[in-house]
């Protein structure tokens, strides 16, 4: 399972980008906005210039034919940038567009097999589960992932599965178990992932037991 940072902060991009262990970034508009740019343009060269792998960028209308022209616009910024279309009639219609013209969309915002099945069929290169959402109301986010992965698998269909909406560590655990390609986490989880208090123990008894022999 590769792992995306989810976020729109240029620093934790580049801290990802040196840790070795980032090779791809999601964003949304809630993300940007949370970063206080309305240049949402020049955030995202930015960091699809830091990350040389996918980096998805939302539209921001719900207008067919404005979605259609704001994701061309997107897809121009930049080599690498991957547009995150919600799945809806109208979401559909725009990601069958875009797949014919290779034009690579992330159907987002998906709570349903059935979502994701249609996002597949429609041509999208990547889907992506909302986990935490869906935990969030008492459902299995997991669970949801764990079935696309099965269904995709059971048909051959080429779209990677982005288990996104990740709160914590175990989520990540959880998706790399159900065969998830890709989980997008946020910053604080990705440094969650790399801590273990028996690394940071060991590490410390360690340098303790050369100090006896160093200081003779
Ligand atoms: C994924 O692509 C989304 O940006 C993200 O995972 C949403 O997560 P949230 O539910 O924490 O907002």
């Given at each position: 399972m590769r792992i995306f940072l989810d976020t729109a902060n240029v620093e934790q991009v580049r801290?990802?980008?040196?840790?070795?262990?980032?090779?791809?970034?999601t964003t949304n508009p809630s993300l940007v906005s949370k970063e206080g740019s309305s240049d949402y343009k020049a955030?995202?060269?930015?960091?699809?210039?830091i990350i040389s792998g996918p980096v998805s960028v939302e539209v921001l209308t719900t207008d067919k034919e404005a979605m259609l022209a704001q994701a061309r616009e997107m897809a121009g910024w930049a080599t690498?940038?991957?547009i995150k279309i919600p799945i809806t009639a109208d979401g559909l219609e725009v990601t069958a567009a875009l797949?014919?013209?290779s034009i690579k969309v992330n159907a987002t915002l998906c709570f349903?097999?059935?979502?994701?099945?249609?996002?597949?069929?429609?041509?999208?290169a990547y889907v992506s589960p909302f986990v935490g959402r869906l935990d969030d109301i008492g459902h299995d986010g997991m669970a949801l992932v764990a079935d696309i992965v099965a269904v995709?698998?059971?048909?051959?269909?080429?779209?990677?599965?982005?288990?996104?909406s990740i709160r914590h560590p175990l989520h990540c655990v959880t998706a790399a178990k159900a065969g998830a390609a890709i989980a997008t986490v946020p910053y604080s989880v990705l440094l969650q992932m790399i801590q273990h208090p028996l690394t940071d123990i060991g590490i410390a008894r360690f340098l303790a037991d050369w100090q006896k022999v160093a200081k003779k």
């Open positions: 801290h990802g980008a040196r840790l070795g262990v980032v090779s791809g970034v955030v995202i060269k930015e960091i699809c210039a690498n940038a991957v797949a014919k013209e349903s097999l059935n979502q994701a099945l249609l996002a597949a069929h429609a041509g999208a995709y698998r059971d048909y051959d269909l080429p779209t990677e599965v982005i288990a996104a």
